[in-house]
Each structure stands twice: as structure tokens, then as C-alpha cells.
């Protein structure tokens, strides 16, 4: 199979982006505190800040504890650090942080219950005190920060800037960033056009050998399902489409939406055991109509079947439900013609055309009223560029012309990109450097690569 190298060699900027990859830059009075007005954001930033924190921490228990690295700050839902590492007692422990005024704050923010908090090893509060076993999660450590900061004699919360984290915390004007500091603004945008053609040179390998591997259909669906996932379950998402393969959902359910709608929550355990039982029912179903299309096949799904338990639903936003998302995926793959046909670029339009159409045919409208859309528009965006673009490269369906890359959706800066940009231009920089759809992928690129 023939692909599309999406970053060509000759390219200058091609060229500035691979030397950066080999280069060897590095990647990734007395006061009382407890006057002092703080937030738990504070103690994040003292967390995080390596110039903050204290080096001598003990557990609850009284073990010293080394801080390896504090973890990565997390800026979505979920704990506040992720993939932490630390020492205890000569045991190197790898896990989240999760950070707090009170102990039992755990309780009151209802952390218990989410299972994203399952991995937290360290339970870091200012005030002292210790929750009581089962509480935490088994094996996490309580370390306490107020002692270490009311020793401090030049400690004053009011000097910290929680504004500025955690960014400040990744100084900007590094070996890296006086290199980019030579290069003018079309050169910089150059320069993030080519980090994001490598990115999408990369998702098309990775999409050739699934091609490869599972089929040219059932690759789409994959990746797609994964994509609908969203942050939460993009795992969950994919295994579910390789229990229910896309040919077998087709053969069940025809060209009914509703059908592959009722097939899919079956498969992932995401309907009711008893459609008749009095109590709560999903939003955007007919429990009932959806239990008349799968009972007669769940016989057959018996070893596949997921469990509810696996979906992670904390904090997830009713339009982001996995039994939401999954009515998208219903309508595609019940369409005619097939929507692997439909995404094929024709030679009669124009790569913006083409990236139009692919966009619309991303967002269905939802069952009962075709004025809402169950895919918003950034991700159907985020849904083109990880899936639908690197299935048309890899399969070499009408070799990209140029326009392509200036009609690519742009989705929003996340996190990581906004990171990204502020370790390569420093907070002053004109937005334009990074803005369109390849420019954000380069951002990313560069985040995925330095270890920003």
C-alpha cells in the first residue's frame, strides 16, 4: 500500500524540525503562614515549583519522602498531578497527587466515588490530620505541608502568582527558545507547518499498519469509535469496537440507526439490566425499544459483553456520555452509501470542499430533531484530523494538494498546545504564529517531543 509522506525532506523547515529532534536540547521577619490568605491553587503552585516545595516531607506515618518528579500538572478533570514519582523508605512509587486545604476535603469533593481518582498514591493537605483506612485508595501516603511551611521563615503565600502557573514553572528562554528567538514570525509559522506534517506523518503510519492488521473499514471504526471517547474513554471506546466489529454490526442492524444504536450500549454494558425496573433511565433512549433490538442477540455478545463498572462517567458532561456519543456512531455506520465511500475525496471538488463535506458527514444530527448536531464542531474537527485524514493518506486516496493543509479544521488550544507555546515564543507571542489547523498539530508535536 502506498502512502503520503506528509513531511517532505526537501523542505527547509522539514529539515530545521528533524535536526531539532536529533539535537540535544532538553526536552522535558517570622512569619505565620496560617495568616497569610491562600487557596488550594496555591498549594499546587508550591507543589509543582521545585523552588517551593520542601525537600525534607514526611508521611503521616513518619517516613522521609524524596520527591523524583511531582507529576504533571493536571489542567482537566481528574487528579491535580499525574504520574508522579517519589521515593519512600528506599521504594520508588509512581502514581497521582491529588492536593488539598483539609483532609477531608477527599470526602467533601467526592473523590471516593470517581473512579479517575483510583490511582492517586499521595494525599498532600496543608492542614494536619489523617483520614481513616478505606478512605484513600489502598496504598496512598498523607503527607502534611504545614509544619514544613510554618518553618519557613520568608514563606508568604501572598508572593505566589497562581496565575502564572504552571507555566513560569518551565522557564521559557531555554536552549530551545533562543534558538526559535533567531527565526522571524513566517519562519516560526514555518517552522510549526512542518512539526505538524510530521505529526500527521506519524498517525498515518500507525493508521497503515491498522489498516493492515484489521481491515480498511474496520480501522475507520476504530478509530473513530476511540476518538468519541473523548478524554475519558478512548480505550473503552475502541474495545468496544473490536467486540462489536463493524461488518457484524452491519449485518445486525442494517441500515437502522436506532438498531446499532441498541447493539452498541448492549455490547458495552450501558443498558439497564431491567428495561422494566422503576428508577432513573439514560437520557436521548428508549430503554425498552433499545432492550426489543438486543435481547435476541446478547446471547451471542455473552463472552464480549463489557462491564458498566469499566466506563469512567465522573465528571462527565451529560452531552459527552458515552450513550450520546454512541447514537453518532450508529447513524454513521448504518448510512448508504457506506461512509468509508462517503469520505473518499471525489476529483470533481476541492480539497476545501472535501474537508467540508468530512466535516458535516461528522456531525449527524440528533435522533428527533435535526437542528442539534450529537458531534460539536471542535470535535468532529479533533475526529478529522486523528482519524479521517490519516485513513485518506494512508489508503492514497487522491494524492493532498497544497490547499489541503490551509483548509484543515482547527481545534482549540488545549492545554498542552498552550504550554507548548509559551515554552517556544514566551508569553508575548502574536497568536497568528500558531494559528490554523497544522500549526496546532505542529504545537502538539513539539509537546509530544521535548517532553514539555
Not at 503565600?157 to 504552571?166: L, N
Amino acid at each position: 500500500m502506498k502512502t503520503f509522506d506528509p513531511l517532505p525532506s526537501r523542505s527547509h523547515s522539514a529539515d530545521l524540525y528533524r535536526r531539532l529532534l536529533r539535537s540535544p536540547v532538553k526536552t522535558v521577619d517570622e512569619p505565620d503562614p496560617t495568616l497569610d490568605p491562600f487557596s488550594e491553587r496555591h498549594l499546587q503552585c508550591v507543589w509543582h515549583d521545585r523552588g517551593l516545595r520542601p525537600p525534607n516531607l514526611l508521611t503521616l506515618r513518619g517516613e522521609s519522602v524524596e520527591i523524583l518528579y511531582p507529576g504533571r500538572w493536571n489542567l482537566e478533570s481528574g487528579p491535580d498531578f499525574l504520574d508522579a514519582e517519589w521515593r519512600v523508605g528506599g521504594r520508588r512509587i509512581r502514581g497521582d497527587v491529588e492536593i488539598h486545604i483539609r483532609p477531608m476535603d477527599w470526602r467533601h469533593h467526592g473523590h471516593g466515588d470517581d473512579p479517575a481518582f483510583r490511582n492517586v498514591r499521595l494525599h498532600v493537605t496543608y492542614d494536619e490530620g489523617e483520614l481513616p483506612p478505606g478512605v484513600l485508595p489502598a496504598e496512598c501516603e498523607q503527607i502534611c505541608l504545614k509544619p514544613v511551611l510554618a518553618a519557613r521563615k520568608h514563606f508568604f503565600f501572598d508572593r505566589i502568582d497562581p496565575e502564572r502557573y504552571p507555566w513560569n514553572a518551565t522557564v521559557p528562554d531555554s536552549e530551545l527558545h533562543d534558538r526559535l528567538a533567531e527565526l522571524d514570525d513566517a519562519q516560526r509559522g514555518d517552522l510549526l507547518e512542518a512539526a505538524g506534517r510530521e505529526r500527521l506523518r506519524r498517525k498515518t503510519l500507525r493508521m497503515g499498519a491498522l489498516i493492515r492488521s484489521a481491515g480498511t473499514a474496520q480501522a475507520l471504526y476504530q478509530t473513530l469509535m476511540r476518538g468519541l471517547g473523548y478524554k475519558a474513554n478512548p480505550e473503552r471506546m475502541e474495545a468496544l469496537s473490536r467486540a462489536l466489529p463493524l461488518s457484524l454490526l452491519r449485518a445486525l442492524a442494517g441500515n437502522r440507526p436506532e438498531a446499532a444504536h441498541a447493539l452498541l450500549l448492549g455490547c458495552g454494558g450501558l443498558l439497564p439490566p431491567d428495561p422494566d425496573a422503576p428508577g432513573p433511565r439514560p437520557p436521548w433512549v428508549d430503554v425498552r425499544r433499545m432492550w426489543d433490538v438486543w435481547w435476541p442477540c446478547q446471547e451471542r455478545f455473552s463472552d464480549n459483553t463489557m462491564s458498566p463498572d469499566s466506563w469512567n462517567l465522573g465528571h462527565c458532561r451529560p452531552g459527552n456520555h458515552p450513550i450520546r456519543r454512541l447514537a453518532a456512531a450508529a447513524r454513521w455506520w448504518t448510512t448508504l452509501p457506506p461512509l468509508e465511500a462517503q469520505l473518499v475525496p471525489s476529483e470533481e471538488e476541492s480539497e476545501t470542499e472535501w474537508v467540508r463535506r468530512c466535516m458535516r458527514l461528522l456531525q449527524p444530527p440528533s435522533p428527533g430533531n435535526r437542528d442539534v448536531r450529537v458531534v460539536g464542531r471542535s470535535r468532529a474537527g479533533a475526529l478529522f484530523l486523528n482519524a479521517v485524514l490519516p485513513w485518506r493518506l494512508a489508503r492514497g486516496h487522491a494524492r493532498p494538494e497544497p490547499s489541503l493543509w490551509k483548509a484543515l479544521p482547527s481545534e482549540p488550544l488545549n492545554a498542552k498546545a498552550r504550554h507548548a507555546a509559551y515554552v517556544l515564543f514566551g508569553p508575548d507571542a502574536s497568536p497568528r504564529i500558531f494559528r490554523g489547523g497544522l500549526r496546532r498539530q505542529g504545537l502538539l508535536q513539539f509537546h509530544e517531543d521535548f517532553g514539555f
